[in-house]
């Protein structure tokens, strides 16, 4: 079983809860495989200052979402979340995953141009959402603040697969 971006389903126990979790979805032998982002971005270079657009949009995104009740940083648990519900071989690995068209590799700039594309589209509806409702911030305020942000950066993506015991 394959999930991604499965950062708030991942904090409800009946998800990974032996009885009625996700391995009731798995063949005998099965794996699950859990695909996020860490919400802060981890450079390969120095293009990501401290004081960037991109990392103060992170922080209003998990400023935010506490106040709304949501963990942002979910992800960064997901290996001991699995572990802590009894599944096995929990391995994480991280990988390259570009929001822009900076590697040579072809197929990973290809990677880039898509991701950033996702991110660009998706950047006002997330940021808009969460900052007027959970900041209070103005609708133009918000905007002001995407156009600054829509800058690029490099970062990576994490991986976490595990074994399901029950079904063995």
Same mark, same amino acid.
């Given at each position: =079983?394959h999930?991604?971006?499965?950062?708030?389903t991942?904090?409800?126990?009946? #998800?990974?809860d032996s009885?009625?979790?996700?391995?009731?979805a798995?063949? @005998? /032998? /099965?794996?699950?495989?859990?695909?996020?982002?860490?919400?802060? +971005?981890v450079?390969?270079?120095? *293009?990501?200052? +401290?004081d960037?657009?991109?990392?103060?949009?992170? $922080?209003?995104m998990?400023?935010?979402g506490?106040? =709304?009740?949501? $963990? #942002?940083l979910? @992800?960064?648990?997901f290996?001991?979340i699995?572990?802590?519900? /009894?599944?096995e071989?929990?391995?994480?690995v991280? %990988?390259?995953? @570009?929001l822009? *068209? &900076? +590697?040579k590799?072809q197929?990973? %700039?290809?990677i880039g141009?898509?991701?950033?594309e996702q991110?660009? $589209?998706?950047?006002?509806?997330?940021?808009?959402?969460?900052f007027?409702? /959970?900041?209070?911030w103005?609708p133009?305020?918000?905007?002001?603040?995407n156009?600054?942000v829509s800058s690029?950066?490099h &970062?990576?993506?994490?991986?976490?697969?595990a074994e399901d015991?029950?079904?063995?």
């Amino acid at each position: =079983m394959h999930t991604a971006i499965a950062r708030e389903t991942m904090l409800d126990p009946r #998800f990974t809860d032996s009885r009625i979790g996700i391995h009731r979805a798995l063949k @005998p /032998g /099965g794996y699950i495989e859990l695909t996020d982002h860490d919400l802060y +971005p981890v450079c390969i270079d120095d *293009t990501l200052k +401290p004081d960037s657009p991109l990392l103060s949009f992170c $922080d209003h995104m998990v400023a935010a979402g506490g106040k =709304m009740g949501l $963990d #942002f940083l979910v @992800p960064r648990d997901f290996k001991n979340i699995l572990q802590d519900a /009894g599944y096995e071989n929990v391995t994480e690995v991280t %990988k390259v995953c @570009p929001l822009n *068209t &900076w +590697p040579k590799d072809q197929r990973l %700039k290809q990677i880039g141009l898509f991701q950033r594309e996702q991110a660009l $589209d998706g950047l006002s509806g997330i940021g808009m959402g969460l900052f007027t409702r /959970g900041l209070g911030w103005s609708p133009e305020e918000v905007e002001l603040f995407n156009i600054e942000v829509s800058s690029t950066y490099h &970062w990576y993506s994490t991986l976490i697969e595990a074994e399901d015991p029950w079904t063995k």
